[in-house]
T-cell receptor, first 117, second 113 residues
Framework: GAVVSQHPSRVICKSGTSVKIECRSL??????MFWYRQFPKQSLMLMAT?????????EQGVEKDKFLINHASLTLSTLTVTSAHPEDSSFYIC?????????????FGQGTRLTVV | GESVGLHLPTLSVQEGDNSIINCAYS??????FIWYKQESGKGPQFIID?????DKRQGQRVTVLLNKTVKHLSLQIAATQPGDSAVYFC????????????FGQGTRLTINP
């Protein structure tokens, strides 16, 4: 199957700083990527839809100025958590679909564990 | 709002036995359903999917059943192995285009030796 890679896999940052998470589709092009957040022992919650070359679409309750998304190419989307606080500590996961193949499943990255101290 | 949920949060089965994980969904307009397996600290791994025009689909050791009448989805794993221990999520999404998914709450499957 297609490969989606996230970097870093783990990051610890100080409260008030910003952290950037990368999501790359390694062997396919993705017009759209999705960012999810998962708290411990909970399900994945969609945060936003990242659209190549245009603004991201955010789910209700997700602050767009806090979670900045950039999708500058067909293989890379970035999520920047700005002015991070301890409550932002979570597991962040991206997914992408191969735009060249219709009706295929979304492929997920391995996730990024963010800890804000 | 619309949601996808699971009946049981945990399930323990003996190695070699079959396991069944259930999921209820509320959006009758859903066209596409997927089961994912998530191991600790990792992203979801695709197991099997099914379109709304089907009621059963089989994979290797796994079978997904869809009952649209009662909006119920199940995942059957045959001859469970220790490596099957994980959290299993059902999810629903659009049949075409980008896969924006709504996830259920997850069931933790534990395989006992």
């Amino acid at each position: 199957g297609a490969v989606v890679s996230q970097h870093p896999s783990r990051v610890i940052c100080k409260s008030g700083t910003s952290v950037k998470i990368e999501c790359r589709s390694l062997d396919f092009q993705a017009t759209t990527m999705f960012w999810y957040r998962q708290f411990p022992k909970q399900s994945l919650m969609l945060m936003a839809t990242s659209n190549e070359g245009s603004k991201a679409t955010y789910e209700q309750g997700v602050e767009k100025d806090k979670f900045l998304i950039n999708h500058a190419s067909l293989t890379l989307s970035t999520l920047t958590v700005t002015s991070a606080h301890p409550e932002d500590s979570s597991f962040y996961i991206c997914s992408a679909s191969d735009r060249g193949r219709m009706n295929t499943e979304a492929f997920f990255g391995q996730g990024t564990r963010l800890t804000v101290v | 709002g619309e949601s996808v949920g699971l009946h049981l949060p945990t399930l323990s089965v003996q190695e070699g036995d079959n396991s069944i994980i259930n999921c209820a969904y509320s959006n009758s307009a859903s066209d596409y359903f997927i089961w994912y397996k998530q191991e600790s600290g990792k992203g979801p791994q695709f197991i099997i999917d099914i379109r709304s025009n089907m009621d059963k689909r089989q994979g290797q050791r796994v079978t997904v059943l869809l009952n649209k009448t009662v909006k119920h989805l199940s995942l059957q794993i045959a001859a469970t192995q220790p490596g099957d221990s994980a959290v299993y999520f059902c999810a629903e999404g659009p049949i075409q285009g980008a896969q924006k998914l709504v996830f259920g709450q997850g069931t933790r499957l534990t395989i006992n030796p």
